[in-house]
Nanobody, 117 residues
Framework: QVQLVESGGGLVQPGGSLRLSCAAS????????MGWYRQAPGKVRELVAS???????NYGDSVKGRFTISRDDAKNTVYLQMDSLKPEDTAVYYC???????????WGQGTQVTVSS
């Protein structure tokens, strides 16, 4: 079992930046992939970015070139740097970890990101 705690959401103007953090605890050595998903009202949850234990990184098409995922293994923390934010980036952002051989999904509580002038 892995516990995930997010921080860093908030209100930002279009074109601005935010950085989200996700600190993991528990069975961290069993984490295969960590990443971020988001869900806007009335829409399905979608992948924003992920980083595998081996370093492979994936981005959702809508954020490529604007968002950057990174991790600090010493702090068991994954970051999402979000630049050039748009109103359509407004959503609840969830930290995700795929854990173990059976690939269990662990989720954080979510953090609201609102992009508005």
């Amino acid at each position: 079992q892995v516990q995930l705690v997010e921080s860093g959401g908030g209100l930002v103007q279009p074109g601005g930046s935010l950085r989200l953090s996700c600190a993991a605890s528990g069975s961290i050595f069993e984490i295969n992939i960590m990443g971020w998903y988001r869900q806007a009202p009335g829409k399905v949850r979608e992948l924003v970015a992920s980083i595998a234990s081996g370093g492979n990184i994936n981005y959702g098409d809508s954020v490529k070139g604007r968002f950057t995922i990174s991790r600090d293994d010493a702090k068991n923390t994954v970051y999402l740097q979000m630049d050039s934010l748009k109103p359509e980036d407004t959503a609840v952002y969830y930290c995700h970890a795929q854990v173990g051989r059976l690939k269990f999904n662990n989720w954080g509580q979510g953090t609201q990101v609102t992009v508005s002038s």
